[in-house]
């Protein structure tokens, strides 16, 4: 194992680990932070992802012993607490911590075009909320969805709150970013694609819809919704709920859709 003990929190080899609370890495050299145990074994099992280093707490050594012990090629930096939290600038990360980067850039249509005969992707559209992101993806992961694409308003999933609530699902669901939303229905289409917008104002009830097959599930932000253009123009559908109140969660809606859609 490549251990290596850091006693000083100015020590030039944590530099990427220093006052995380305050900036993030993504969008430097594709690189983001992973925090938890979970995570990190993700990532340093990862094909689409490189772990680039670790900062971990003494204490936590046992904990992760058998994947540092698989991967001696990745430095793991030895920290005490004290000096953990003056490189990190905060105290919830779990002792646990790790720099990624990102290895391959995947392309809308190799996304879509790379699905089986049966397969479920979600659409994100203008979801800036990294909770609900970072959910998103947990639910596609549990429900075996193909991949999530995003447009360019959404926040990154690769940012460091929306990757733990994900609990790792971002390093395991494959994802892409589009350009045009406008323009995302003619390749969906052309590749054999159902595709559905969650909308609480949908001409459809979803129960009423045959799974099976291709499907797309687009889902807007929460209050805005989807954009009017994509909702005259794909079939909208609604998740039956309460009179009294008026919408579901993003994140929410999104797993009862992919539960819906069944592809395990």
Known sequence: MNQI?????????????????????????ERFVAEGKVVLEILLRSERFIAESILLLERRLPLLAGALAERPDVPAYIVNDEVMNQIAGFDVHRGILAIGRRNTLTTPEDLVAAQPEKATLVVCAGISNHDNIGSIFRNAAAFGAGGVLLDQTCCDPLYRKALRVSVGAVLKVPFARFDALDDLPDMLDRLGFRQFALSPGGSTDIGAVAPGGKVALYV????????????????????????EFDSLNAAAATAIALHHFPVL
């Open 220 to 243: 807007g932000a929460e209050g805005p919704g989807l954009p009017a253009a994509i909702l005259q123009r794909i079939h909208s559908v609604r998740i039956p709920i309460s009179k």
């Open 5 to 29: 003990r850091i006693e000083e929190p100015n020590d030039a080899r944590v530099t990427a680990y220093r006052d995380i609370k305050e900036r993030d890495l993504v969008g430097r050299q």
